[in-house]
């Protein structure tokens, strides 16, 4: 009698011990099989407490969130499809539950004991809680926090935060539900643009096929990029600059710098200097008049030589050593 007493004093650790594991299985198999039909998991503070008991054998990653328009929280509701996202990639990936983790929502309607306790004044809140037996197991049971401060999560850095701190196991990838709103509208999209295409085709063709057009289109890209519009816009520069007198400097002197103004001067010198140039080309050689003719060659050489006199006084200004120039600039 003596002895089955004894024995029975040596055997009770390792029975309640056993005991206490089966318990902690169970529970894990209890709430994975309630997930497989609703990931993440709906808490309250009962369910709450009862997860993050001290012995687990379980990891648990729980989003504190307030969902209802009273509490205002824009976060909340933009993150919230992200992380049922994350709930049923991970709980698809693994039906079995190998990877032992469980996920969990806790709104602050459902929490609010749990949110006065962990002294919560904002949301959300991703807590991961490790295991505190078994493999992976912290003896402590500290819980990882993570807080939105830098704006929304995806699902895809949420699940990388998640499994940098998981033990080694299965880590299942996301998976995002095929989008069929945005196949019909792209559908939809694709053969209304194809549809007025070929309707107004007959209509643009003459536009397009316009060589006079795309010379002038030509033409008016050299001339804004060849002044120096890029380096105003990368470089900020000012409009115009005072020039120490109590005046307005238009031009900037040195070739590492320039004035917005500066540039549109320079960009219609150039344009003046073309139009003639195509003029002389093209307009001047058509005229039947010999006299008409004659008058036009005056007038646009006249205009190409007060240009160029112009030019090369602005280009004086930027570089004050040159020694040439054309009257009367």
């Given amino acids: 009698m003596r002895l089955a007493s004894l024995t029975s004093l040596i055997l009770l650790p390792y029975i309640s011990l056993a005991a206490k594991q089966d318990t902690e299985s169970s529970r894990f198999e209890l709430y994975h099989s309630k997930s497989s039909s609703h990931s993440p998991l709906k808490l309250d503070d009962s369910i709450y407490n009862d997860l993050t008991k001290p012995h687990r054998d379980y990891s648990l990653v729980v989003l504190l969130t307030a969902l209802e328009a009273r509490f205002g929280c824009q976060l909340c509701k933009d993150f919230q499809p ?20 469980l996920f969990g929502t806790l709104d602050f309607t459902d929490g609010k004991m749990t949110f ?7 949301a959300p809140i991703l807590l991961y ?29 949420i699940h990388a935060w998640i499994s940098r701190h998981l033990p080694d196991g299965p880590k299942p990838p996301i998976h995002r539900p095929f989008n069929y709103v945005r196949l019909v509208v792209v559908t939809i999209t694709i053969l209304g643009a194809g549809s007025l295409f070929s309707v107004a085709w007959p ?10 057009l795309w010379a002038a289109l030509s033409l008016i890209t050299i001339l804004l990029f060849t002044s120096g519009h890029m380096f105003n816009h990368i470089r900020k520069v000012p409009y115009v ?6 005046g307005v400097s238009y031009f900037a002197g040195g070739f590492q710098s320039q004035f917005g103004l500066e540039t549109q001067i320079v960009a219609a010198i150039y344009g ?21 003719q004659q008058v036009a060659v005056l007038i ?30």
């Avoid at 209509?203 to 006079?212: A, D, E, F, K, W």
Wanted: proline content about 8%; aromatic content about 12%; charged content about 20%.
């Fill in 300 to 329: 646009w050489g006249g205009v190409i030589f007060g240009m160029y006199s112009f030019l090369l006084s602005v280009f004086r200004i930027k570089n004050g050593g040159y020694p040439f120039y054309l009257p009367p600039f």
């Fill in 203 to 212: 209509y643009l063709m003459p536009i397009v096929q316009n060589r006079t």
């Fill in 241 to 246: 600059s005072g020039d120490g007198k109590g």
């Fill in 82 to 101: 992200e992380w049922d996202i994350i709930g049923k990639s991970w709980t698809k990936g693994d039906r079995q539950g190998e990877s032992r983790v």
């Fill in 272 to 292: 003046v200097l073309s139009f003639a140039t195509i003029a002389l080309a093209l307009k001047v050689p058509r005229m039947a008049d010999p006299k008409q």
């Fill in 129 to 157: 809680f490790p295991p505190t037996v078994g493999p992976g197991s912290k003896a402590d049971g500290h819980a990882e926090r993570l807080d939105f401060s830098m704006g929304p999560q995806s699902a895809e850095q």
């Fill in 116 to 122: 006065q306790k962990l002294m919560l004044q904002t």
